[in-house]
């Protein structure tokens, strides 16, 4: 019998809870996770007969934790060593919650899990692996197809994670604080890729762009002071409550000012406004508050005509100041041309050749400026150039497209 959607979303909720309590426990992350997967299932099989357990949670970790020490016996009896099986017993003051007991943790496990996947010790590919895994629950299939590569290789990417965050201490680190924008650009890099895929067939991937909005709520219900929290949050909602407008029919591109604005998520667009107006009340704004703002002022623009583009280029202006990234820059050189005009947004992108040449946005935003400047030849050349850089199959239509649209 299939779980219903509810529970699987029980599941997926208490997954990194009862993971985090394992591995506290008993360390061994890679087990531990291995031990959880297999109640994960046990669940799955049994509450829809059964029903769901009054503490679901301390049911998790009562099986998960049986699972893991008769692994651990089987491992220690190979080897001859009978004696590390009692040290590995779990104190009474760590003993799961009985089914029914409502105990909660000395502290909530999911973020203290997410910093151990955003160990500094692993790369960023690694450490989004790592997440989507451990902390969102997804299969090593799930992630492969997400990021097309194939399951074998995702396996072992995760699986030497693992390995290089084993022996790591569970808890939060010291100056976690410093790590926390490590988990943030994470949880950001996993949305972007969830709302603009990189390669495929498919403009989104809903899956990944839920699942980063998922735990990044989780990370601003453990935080709720946190500014740049409910910011990145903000800039999430903000922009996936336009996600149903961006494509067409068949699955085309529709671009920002072509958009139905009817189909943007006005429940979204209300909470994510409220959001990021309560950060920035708080005092100085951070990056992901400054990119949220930037956000609202599109969603809330009645129509693309009356996009207040000043103060986005305002809040550019700030946001560079902070972050001086290619991207961020890339970005204001299209707010520099709504406000003073396509040549001198085009003026901009000269300085970013050398830092995104590779990829196909500088050409793609200098054809759109080109276009707009009435230079149709140029525009043609550099539509073209952007669909031959990238791998989104929806993204080389549109670019095809328009380049076709300004053949001679």
């Not at 084993?166 to 709302?195: C, K, M, S, T």
């Not at 219900?221 to 029919?249: H, N, Q, S, Y």
């Amino acid at each position: 019998m299939r779980a219903s959607p509810e529970t699987e979303d029980l599941l997926r909720r208490h997954a990194p809870q009862v993971l985090g309590a394992l591995v506290r426990r008993y360390g061994h992350f890679d087990t531990a996770e291995e031990a959880v997967q297999e109640a994960l299932l046990a669940a799955a099989e049994q509450w829809p007969r059964a029903g769901v357990p009054d503490n679901p949670r301390g049911w998790l970790i009562k099986v998960a934790a049986r699972r893991l020490t008769d692994a651990l016996r089987a491992e220690e009896a190979r080897r001859a060593r009978e004696d590390k099986v009692a040290a590995l017993t779990p104190r009474d003051a760590f003993t799961a919650p009985p089914p029914g007991a409502d105990r909660a943790p000395r502290e909530d496990d999911t973020l203290t899990l997410l910093f151990l996947c955003c160990h500094p010790d692993l790369t960023p590919p690694a450490q989004i692996a790592l997440t989507l895994r451990a902390v969102g629950g997804l299969t090593t299939a799930e992630i492969a197809r997400a990021y097309l590569v194939p399951e074998a290789t995702m396996a072992q990417r995760i699986s030497r994670a693992k390995q290089k965050v084993r022996g790591v201490r569970f808890g939060r680190p010291d100056h976690w604080e410093g790590r926390l924008p490590a988990v943030l650009q994470i949880l950001y890099l996993i949305f972007n890729e969830g709302y603009t895929a990189t390669s495929g067939a498919s403009l989104t991937r809903r899956d990944l762009a839920g699942e980063a909005i998922r735990l990044t709520r989780e990370v601003q219900r453990l935080l709720p002071g946190d500014g740049e929290v409910a910011g990145l949050l903000a800039l999430m909602l903000l922009t996936d409550a336009r996600r149903d407008a961006r494509t067409g029919p068949q699955g085309e591109l529709v671009p920002l000012d072509e958009q139905d604005r009817d189909r943007w998520d006005k429940a979204a667009i209300d909470e994510g406004v409220a959001l990021v107006t309560g950060a920035l009340s708080q005092g100085r704004a951070g990056p992901y508050q400054l990119r949220a703002a930037i956000a609202a002022v599109h969603d809330e623009a009645p129509s693309a005509q009356e996009t207040d583009w000043q103060e986005i280029l305002g809040l550019y202006d700030v946001l560079i100041r902070l972050v001086p990234g290619p991207v961020e820059r890339l970005n204001r050189a299209v707010a520099v041309a709504m406000v003073r005009g396509p040549r001198a947004g085009l003026g901009e992108l000269a300085e970013l050749e050398g830092e995104l040449g590779a990829g196909h946005r500088l050409d793609a935003v200098r054809a759109h400026l080109l276009e707009r400047a009435g230079a149709h030849d140029e525009a043609r050349a550099a539509y073209e150039a952007a669909a031959a850089k990238t791998l989104s199959l929806p993204e080389q239509r549109y670019l095809h497209a328009r380049a076709a649209r300004l053949s001679p």
